[in-house]
């Protein structure tokens, strides 16, 4: 089953504009969310996360928001440039996780047109 | 460089032959983990090391797979009698030790190709 979902595989948007990339989740447990960046031929980079004590989180240009009622977060980029152009991860950790155990949603690649 | 550093980067093998594959973590970094991710899928978590101790090894895919961190530092992940299925990216993460949360810093992947 999958516990993490990313219900779009990719996203197209202008630069200057808001990227809006979205995450679900099934396990009422995880209690620590991570978003992760990817370039082809890198790992993942660690972008930004959020505590399930918390409903936003802000870095510069990037803030995720989190609603538990729903199972839900989102990563907002305001303004998206080109540079931001690569594969988005969302990740939970649940409490009862063996050491910070990650479980990724499928991806949303983002796509920042000049 | 001061990152998480895999080796090789890329293995093409045959089916049948034995593969292992190397992580350093970042060095004040305890804690060790391995992941497997396939086309089109986010990474799939295998295994967790805290200094040499395998804490959790009951995600690792077949008993074909296996891992050790003998000195607490650098771990190997080998892959016996590799399947055309084991083709993936192997992902390697470490992070500090640490009562609270914090994030996985991942390394470059090692991609296997199993012909």
């Known amino acids: 089953d999958q516990q993490v979902k990313q219900n779009s595989p990719s996203l197209s948007v202008q630069e200057g504009r808001i990227s809006i990339l979205n995450c679900d989740y099934t396990n009422s447990m995880f209690d620590y969310f991570l978003w992760y960046k990817k370039y082809p031929a890198e790992g993942p980079t660690f972008l930004i996360s959020?505590?399930?004590?918390?409903d936003k989180n802000e870095d510069g240009r990037f803030t995720v928001f989190l609603n538990k009622s729903a199972k839900h977060l989102s990563l907002h980029i305001v303004p998206s440039q080109p540079g931001d152009s690569a594969v988005y991860f969302c990740?939970?950790?649940?409490?009862?996780?063996?050491?910070?155990?990650?479980?990724f949603g499928g991806g949303t690649r983002l796509m920042v047109k000049p | 460089d001061t990152g998480v550093s895999q080796d090789p980067r890329h293995k093409i093998t045959k089916r049948g032959q034995n593969v292992t594959f190397r992580c350093d973590p970042i060095s004040e970094h305890n804690r060790l983990y391995w992941y497997r991710q396939t086309l089109g899928q986010g990474p799939e978590f295998l295994t967790y090391f805290q200094n040499e101790a395998q804490l959790e090894k009951s995600r690792l895919l077949s008993d074909r797979f296996s891992a050790e961190r003998p000195k607490g530092s650098f771990s190997t992940l080998e892959i016996q009698r590799t399947e055309q299925g084991d083709s993936a990216m192997y992902l390697c993460?470490?992070?500090?030790?640490?009562?609270?949360?914090?994030?996985?810093?991942f390394g470059p992947g090692t991609r296997l190709t199993v012909l």
């Open positions: 993460a470490s992070s500090p030790p640490t009562g609270g949360y914090n994030e996985q810093f």
């Open positions: 990740a939970a950790r649940g409490l009862n996780n063996a050491g910070n155990m990650l479980t």
């Open positions: 959020i505590s399930s004590i918390k």
